[in-house]
């Protein structure tokens, strides 16, 4: 809509208002309205036809849904490294303090003279104990493949997106410092590593401040 | 310190709890009683009886941090010796725990012999107060 069709219409509208005619005063305000957003609608459909068209191409939609759906199942996979090294650690805890009774057992035979068949015994479970303490390691293969597996995700996904946000045109930012109070967990394996203390480090700082 | 010394162990992981229980027994401190966050283990504080805290930060509910404030803020409780025993190892971490009044802070993975080197630490100071 050009200028003199503008000035054509708030004139009509104008007239009608005087006349107190308000349905029209509505409708024609209405047109206006979507006169003035129809460019900017058409400009918005067309940049996201060509996103899709681009998307298309670069097969960036068909590999973003093949990452969702591999999300779920790398969700419970991780989870069940959570329990195999919950099962292994109290597998081996209980190994641990059996093998502990027996050797406490063995420091009082010691005191008390020994009782070779007894001993013997003892020396038999404890084996025992340690082939098991050996099996039950078993978990860092089994959670190590799992996490192999959703690392490579992780990796498709982390690839998927900057493309998708290259195409977007949007910068990819620094890893921002942690929020006041935001945990940050074990340091190991973090990729930022400022600020991060060992014993020693704690040790330190802690003995300048007087502890 | 006196063997019997009664320890309360506060940790979210089972795992870990046992861990720390164990390698407390191996020092020769077998009265250990245990809560799975901050918010469990103010009440067995409140009943009176325990002589020494071993805690996580990280646990849901209350964390390590807020009950060590709790317990340095209870005149009760004030002066019970808190060990930290945490993955969390930013050095602003460690400070915040040093001006809330922790007595020793070992950093997750760690050795018996570090805690026991910081046990015996924290004990020597008490005796040296005492």
């Not at chain 1, 191409?57 to 989870?79: F, K, M």
């Not at chain 1, 109070?181 to 480090?201: I, Y």
Request: aromatic share 4%.
């Amino acid at each position: 809509m050009n200028h003199a069709e503008l000035a054509q219409r708030l004139e009509q509208l104008h007239l009608a208002a005087s006349a107190q005619c308000w349905p029209e005063v509505e409708r024609g305000m209405q047109e206006l309205e979507e006169a003035r957003c129809r460019p900017f609608a058409q400009a918005v459909r067309r940049m996201a036809m060509d996103l899709q068209a681009e998307m298309q191409a670069l097969q960036l939609d068909s590999r973003l849904a093949r990452v969702a759906a591999e999300i779920p199942d790398a969700r419970s996979r991780l989870d069940a490294v959570i329990q195999l090294t919950e099962d292994a650690a109290t597998q081996t805890l209980d190994l641990v303090e059996d093998s502990r009774n027996y050797v406490m057992r063995l420091q009082e035979l010691v005191g008390q003279g020994a009782n070779w068949q007894e001993v013997g015994a003892i020396a038999a479970a404890l084996r025992r104990n340690l082939t098991e303490l050996s099996a039950a390691q078993a978990y860092q293969d089994l959670s190590g493949q799992i996490i192999r597996r959703v690392i490579g995700l992780v990796g498709t996904m982390e690839q998927t997106l900057g493309e998708l946000m290259n195409l977007a045109g949007i910068e990819p930012l620094e890893s921002e410092a942690p929020a006041k109070g935001e945990l940050m967990g074990p340091v190991a394996g973090r990729q930022d590593k400022h600020n991060a203390a060992s014993q020693a480090d704690a040790d330190d700082l802690l003995s300048d401040l007087g502890l | 310190m006196d063997k019997n010394t009664k320890f309360l162990v506060v940790d979210d992981f089972p795992t870990m709890r046992r861990i720390v229980k164990n390698l407390l027994a191996d020092l020769g401190y077998n009265n250990v009683v245990e809560a799975d966050d901050g918010n469990t283990a103010l009440p067995i504080l409140k009943a009176g009886g325990i002589q020494f805290v071993v805690t996580d930060w990280n646990m849901p509910g209350m964390t390590g941090i807020e009950l060590l404030k709790a317990i340095r803020s209870e005149p009760s409780t004030a002066s019970l010796p808190v060990l930290m025993v945490t993955a969390e190892a930013n050095k602003e971490q460690i400070v915040e725990a040093a001006q809330a009044g922790v007595s020793g802070y070992i950093i997750k993975p760690f050795t018996a012999e570090t805690l026991k080197e910081k046990l015996d630490r924290i004990i020597q100071r008490l005796q040296a107060a005492a």
